[in-house]
């Protein structure tokens, strides 16, 4: 099971080893983004502070209100903490990272690679300096451990982590 489509390389792994795949569509992931119950001062988040907090032109920024000037640029009327940002999700090698990035930052970066303030190479990425994690286990367990966390992990891992997180609302609009 996976939460993307079979990539090239792996139907070429498949092949080298005589494993005919049979993709059977069953349902859409659900990504639940979220931070420490302690953090109240976020509730609800737009792609575009998303996008500001984790895109590519957010490399380097460590505390949420740093994120703060890009937000408002792109529209956000979101006001960030003066906080830290530990920001934690699934690496490279996860569906739901690749989710994430389709559903959450691509339609921003598709607007700024139009608008020349990243390349096209840029969209389809995020930011490179985050805890990346490959067990969702352990991406609750440092969103816990951070009152100023943010992160991200399909739906049924935020569930099952109860009050020890909190689900951010995400807005429809900036």
Known sequence: DA???????????????GIEFIELKVAF????????????????VSFEDLYALMGPESEGVDT??????LATELGSSTTF???????VGPGTESG???????????????????????T?????TMRKDYSSQADDNAIITQIEGSDTSLGWVGFAFAEEAGDGVKELQIAAEA
Do not use: H
């Open 64 to 69: 949420w209100n740093g994120a703060q000037a």
């Open 120 to 124: 096209e190479d840029q969209v389809g």
């Open 3 to 17: 939460s993307r489509p079979i990539k090239e390389e792996e139907i070429a792994t498949c092949d080298e080893n």
């Open 96 to 118: 739901t990272y690749d989710s994430f990035i389709e559903i959450a930052l691509d339609p921003v970066a598709e607007v700024r690679a139009e608008e020349g303030a990243i």
């Open 81 to 87: 903490p003066d906080a830290s940002l530990d920001l």
């Open 29 to 44: 992931d659900g990504i639940t983004v979220m931070t420490n119950p302690a953090n109240d001062a976020v509730e609800c």
